[in-house]
Structure formats: structure tokens, C-alpha cells
């Protein structure tokens, strides 16, 4: 965030981070997205990556705690066939909505027309000002 970045892309450039760190580890069934995709991922924020120091083989970089971190157990052989039953290939960044039935859709529904102001999620009514020839 203090680099200029939206929450939603400081978010993801933190999950890119993790994903390296996971991939060093031979942890890839924690990975997000497929291993042959973290070079594609590291393009992405080449910039703010090389800024800070991180690689791929250096998640951290320059965020890297002076009193450093605890070690973890690697599973490096793990690379050699890898499993992903988490991962998704590209770069979607899909939203998920539950129906007014329950049901949970990627995308949303279709966008209603005419819906008043005054009902959009986070709008108090009281806030809205009534406005000369628009429908309510």
C-alpha cells in the first residue's frame, strides 16, 4: 500500500510472495496458481519486486525481519512431480456471488435494470439526495 499499489494488487503481490515462498519449500499443493506460472506472476510486479529485493528464490527481500525467521520443513522433492489441487492457471480474479436460491456463481447474475440508489449495498437511504426527474 505505501507503494502506490490498491488493495486488491497489494493483496495479490503478497500472495505471489507466498506462492514463491511455497514453491521453495516443495509445498505445492499450497500453491495458488501453477509452478511453471511464477515467472509469469513475477513479471507482472517486476518493478516493486525489484525495488524491495524479492525474487522468487527470495520472497521477502528487503521485508525480511533483521532477527530473520523461523526455518520450516522443505519437501524439495516434491518439485519433481508436482501436485496443484489448488491451483488455477491465468490470472482471473473471479468474484463469486450467492443467488438469491443459494446457489454460488462465478460472475454474478445478470445486472438488473433501474435499481434505485438508495438499495446499492453500503448506501444508507438517508444519505441519498432525491434528485429532480430521477425514478426511486
Not at 60 to 75: H, I, M, Y
Amino acid at each position: 500500500l505505501e507503494a502506490g499499489f490498491p488493495e486488491a494488487e497489494a493483496r495479490e503481490i503478497t500472495h505471489i510472495q507466498a506462492n514463491f515462498d511455497f514453491y521453495n519449500h516443495g509445498w505445492t499443493e499450497m500453491m495458488e496458481f501453477p509452478a511453471d506460472e511464477l515467472v509469469d506472476h513475477y513479471e507482472r510486479y517486476r518493478d516493486f519486486f525489484e525495488r524491495y529485493g524479492i525474487t522468487i528464490d527470495d520472497p521477502l527481500g528487503g521485508f525480511r525481519p533483521p532477527e530473520g525467521v523461523a526455518n520450516a520443513p522443505s519437501t524439495p522433492e516434491k518439485l519433481d512431480d508436482p501436485e496443484h489441487p489448488h491451483a488455477e492457471g491465468g490470472f482471473a480474479d473471479d468474484v463469486y456471488v450467492e443467488t438469491a436460491n443459494g446457489e454460488l456463481v462465478v460472475g454474478g447474475t445478470e445486472e438488473p435494470e433501474n435499481v434505485p440508489v438508495d438499495r446499492a449495498p453500503g448506501v444508507d437511504p438517508d444519505d441519498v439526495e432525491e434528485v429532480e426527474g430521477a425514478e426511486s
